[in-house]
Each structure stands twice: as C-alpha cells, then as structure tokens.
C-alpha cells in the first residue's frame, strides 16, 4: 500500500481510479532511484557547451540585411545627425560674418557649409549603407559552407540596401561638389 494515499471510509475508491495512482506512484519511485543513481563523476560538462555543431542560424545576416536597406534610406533622405552638424555650420558661419563681409562670403559661410556638411553626413550614411550590404550579402561565403543557404529575401534585402547606399553616396558626391545644384551667388548692387 502507498503511504501517501489515504484512505477515507466515507468515499468509496474506484479500482481504475486506485490503478492510476499506483503506476504514477511507481513511476515516481523509479525516476527517485534513477536520478539516485546518476553518476556525474564520468560526465565532462565541457563537451555539453560546444557550438562547433550547430548550424549558424543567419540571423546575424538577416539583421545587417535591414540595417542596410533602413541606413541607405537614412542617407537619401537625411538624418536629424545631418540636420544638426548643418545648423550648427549655419550658427558658425553667422558668428564669422557677424562683422561684416562680402555677400559672397556670407553666402559660403552661411548656406554653403551647411549644405556641405549635410551632404557629407548623408554620405557617411551611404557608406555605412553600401558596407553593411556587401558584409550581410558575402558573408556566408566565408566560413564553413551550410546546408541552408540564405533566405532569397535576406539576399534581396541586403542588395537593396547596396543600392540606397551607391544612390546616396553618389548624391552626397553630386551634392557636396555643388553638381546638382549650385551655392547661389551675389549680384553686384546697382
């Protein structure tokens, strides 16, 4: 008899109910002896932490695949980074014109140089876009070839996002040389 079942005279067992119990209490019993028996001394946790097995899980790629294509949208539409470096090159050129200068001068001062620093934050957002594409997109070629090859749309992502990054840098380039549109210039006063 199991001592942890009671007995109560007023309820009456069921002999399917009183069966159940009595397997589950052996099946008890059998796993309280097994892990009494377990011998840990043999075993080398060491070997139980080794990854070397595991397939990599490609979400490291996947990851740098978005981070590209949202890094080149940041650079052909600008950042709140770019706005900032430019209003502070619009206070600097007004603190240097504040005593005065040519028209020219504060126009360069002024809006060229924040012009120029916006394209160039831009363009460092392209950069950074166009690297992160090309890492996320070879970089299973180096290292141990998987059974699983990328998700077509990680590829697909991460070639997108190559692209924002070529559009941008090449628009910072075009915007920074004055290529797309030129400084304004002073007319002589009449």
Do not use: C
Not at 97 to 104: C, L, M
């Amino acid at each position: 008899m199991n001592p942890r079942t009671t007995k109560s005279p007023t309820v009456p067992t069921d002999p399917e109910t009183t069966a159940a119990t009595a397997a589950s209490d052996a099946e008890e019993a059998a796993a309280e002896n097994a892990s009494d028996d377990l011998d840990l001394d043999g075993l080398d946790l060491d070997d139980l932490d080794d990854d070397s097995g595991k397939e990599p899980s490609g979400l490291g790629a996947a990851a740098a695949s978005v981070v590209a294509a949202g890094l080149g949208v940041v650079a052909l539409t600008g950042s709140w980074t770019g706005k900032v470096a430019a209003e502070r090159e619009t206070l600097i050129g007004q603190i240097k014109t504040s005593g005065g200068g040519t028209a020219a001068q504060q126009i360069s001062e002024i809006y060229g140089d924040a012009w120029h620093t916006t394209a160039l934050v831009n363009g460092l957002f392209a950069l950074l876009a166009l690297l992160v594409g090309v890492f996320a997109l070879v970089r299973p070629a180096f290292g141990a070839p998987s059974a699983h090859p990328q998700p077509g749309w990680v590829r697909a992502v991460a070639t997108a996002g190559i692209v924002l990054g070529v559009l941008g840098l090449l628009l910072s380039v075009a915007m920074y040389f004055d290529l797309i549109v030129a400084l304004p210039t002073a007319t002589a006063a009449q």
